[in-house]
T-cell receptor, first 111, second 118 residues
Framework: RKEVEQDPGPFNVPEGATVAFNCTYS??????FFWYRQDCRKEPKLLMS???SGNEDGRFTAQLNRASQYISLLIRDSKLSDSATYLC????????????FGTGTRLLVSP | DAGVIQSPRHEVTEMGQEVTLRCKPI?????LFWYRQTMMRGLELLIY????????DSGMPEDRFSAKMPNASFSTLKIQPSEPRDSAVYFC????????????????FGQGTRLTVV
């Protein structure tokens, strides 16, 4: 089983739609969770950290479900500029652990 | 803040040649990661350092790959000899790890080195 798994998509949605991505992780001791965004031919950039209580940043909401070992990203009122690949990032438990990236979910928002 | 700086941005080399990629992490960060990204395999972690010490190099594909971090502000990834299948984008990222808590702050990426081996 991969450490971090994501549906590669692509998710094709119209402007204004709400879209949600899930990401599952295998290490139950993981403590740090992030969503990154990567535009074509660019480096990944942090979109938001994911906290245990869930967190929201404008149109973006991130949730963590430790019992089922997944994190989610919800995007409301999609914009054309949201088209990108969204990467789930998880690290392991105690001590020094890797930051492991999922393969990403591609989102295409159309007019 | 200059961010993570990688050089060169692009490298085209012939098979069999040695390639050296360079990275300057963000000042104050104690963790440094080298990743490789291809369409087929996505982002793969090659190696990471903590306080200049290699912690996990299990992702390094084979002996042709080596990485060093002689000090807190510089790291290199070397491929010798290079092969066409090494063609990819190589990213360096840095982060601050909190020892004992086993957690990281966000990782910041450099702009990457696009390597083409012909």
């Amino acid at each position: 089983r991969k450490e971090v798994e994501q549906d590669p998509g692509p998710f094709n949605v119209p402007e204004g739609a709400t879209v949600a991505f899930n990401c599952t992780y295998s290490n139950s001791a993981s403590q740090s969770f992030f969503w990154y965004r990567q535009d074509c031919r660019k480096e990944p950039k942090l979109l938001m950290s994911v906290y245990s209580s869930g967190n929201e940043d404008g149109r973006f909401t991130a949730q963590l479900n430790r019992a089922s070992q997944y994190i989610s990203l919800l995007i409301r009122d999609s914009k054309l500029s949201d088209s990108a690949t969204y990467l789930c990032v998880v690290n392991g438990g105690t001590g020094f652990q890797k930051l492991v990236f999922g393969t990403g979910t591609r989102l295409l928002v159309s007019p | 803040d200059a961010g993570v700086i990688q050089s060169p941005r692009h490298e085209v080399t012939e098979m069999g040649q040695e390639v050296t990629l360079r990275c300057k992490p963000i000042s104050g960060h104690n963790s440094l990661f080298w990743y490789r990204q291809t369409m087929m395999r996505g982002l793969e972690l090659l190696i990471y350092f903590n306080n200049n010490v290699p912690i996990d190099d299990s992702g390094m594909p084979e002996d042709r790959f080596s990485a060093k971090m002689p000090n807190a502000s510089f790291s290199t990834l070397k491929i010798q000899p290079s092969e066409p299948r090494d063609s990819a984008v190589y990213f360096c990222a840095s982060s601050l790890s909190r020892r004992g808590l086993g957690s990281f702050t966000e990782a910041f990426f450099g702009q990457g080195t696009r390597l083409t081996v012909v």
